[in-house]
């Protein structure tokens, strides 16, 4: 089996492939102060739980592909996968991994592992060109060419950022649950900001993947739009725009960069 570990801001998402398949996942906060120690804890506790370990799968973990926005993460992570998965071959997405996608930017180093890893997975899943939306502690959006080439993208506020910002700079304001509102128009303050978050959310995505789609393709019609992230489902049903819903996009692309970096004698 595969175990892939996409480290976010804020949370680390987590999953077990075997094949094609993803048999099981997790989501767990992101926490720069743990230790390489306390993360392979962390780990073998979460696939202890799994029925298929150790039986109709007993040859355990086979291959581990990381990537990750947190650098202090991922050298803890690079420590865990050296001292307790020795012997299993893993791929952690850095400068020099093979991914299928050549990067069209000014600087190719600037751009996300977890944007690049997302393109891989939409190239292979939709095929180009294609729009990748996901809704993290930051809001991104990703261009990929007809040719499957990553072409930049868009980096706006996260929902939750938002959420909190609102709640520490407006005087009369607090953080709310992220719902929906029973309309629009909220008839109290706790409305009123879920339908600020809800809706202005939603046209930003409408606003944005249209004219990013009006520059990507001679048709903005043939461009993909698929959204991904934690908080993707709340945006979906008043989205115009997007096309798929795909929750292990991440995930998906390790799995397939873990494929090509990784010989199977």
């Known amino acids: 089996m595969l175990l892939t570990i996409d480290v976010g801001n804020t949370h680390t998402v987590l ?4 094949g094609e398949d993803i048999l099981e996942h997790w989501r767990i906060s992101t926490d720069a102060r743990r230790t390489a120690d306390e993360l392979a804890v962390l780990l073998q506790g979460l696939m202890g739980m799994h029925p298929l370990l150790g039986e109709e799968l ?22 865990v996968t050296r001292r307790y998965y020795g012997d299993v071959p893993a791929v952690l997405v850095e400068p020099g991994i093979k991914t299928g996608v050549p990067i069209l930017v000014d600087n190719p180093k600037e751009v996300g592992a977890d944007r690049i890893i997302n393109s891989v997975a939409a190239v292979d899943l939709y095929g180009g060109p294609a729009i990748v939306v996901d809704f ?9 060419s007809a040719r499957g080439e990553y072409a930049g993208g868009v980096i706006a506020p996260g929902i ?18 992220l719902a929906r509102p029973r309309s629009v128009i909220g008839k109290n303050t706790v ?10 959310f939603a046209g930003q995505v409408d606003g944005v993947v249209t ?17 991904t992230g934690g908080l993707a489902p709340m945006v979906l049903g008043e989205s115009s725009v997007i096309d798929e819903h795909e929750p292990w996009l991440t995930l998906i692309g390790l799995r397939l960069v873990y494929e090509r970096n990784v010989s199977r004698a």
């Open 58 to 79: 007993g040859d355990g973990i086979g291959g581990i592909a990381i990537c990750s926005t947190v650098p202090t993460v991922l050298h803890e992570l690079r420590e």
């Open 15 to 18: 999953g077990l492939f075997d």
């Open 191 to 200: 409305e009123a900001m879920q339908s600020g978050i809800l809706y202005g």
């Open 136 to 144: 993290g502690t930051a809001t991104t959006f990703d261009a990929v």
């Open 160 to 177: 939750e950022i938002s959420v909190d910002a609102l709640g520490v700079k407006g005087a009369q304001l607090r953080k709310i649950e």
């Open 211 to 227: 004219r990013m789609a009006r520059e990507l393709a001679d048709d903005p019609e043939d461009v993909t739009v698929i959204a």
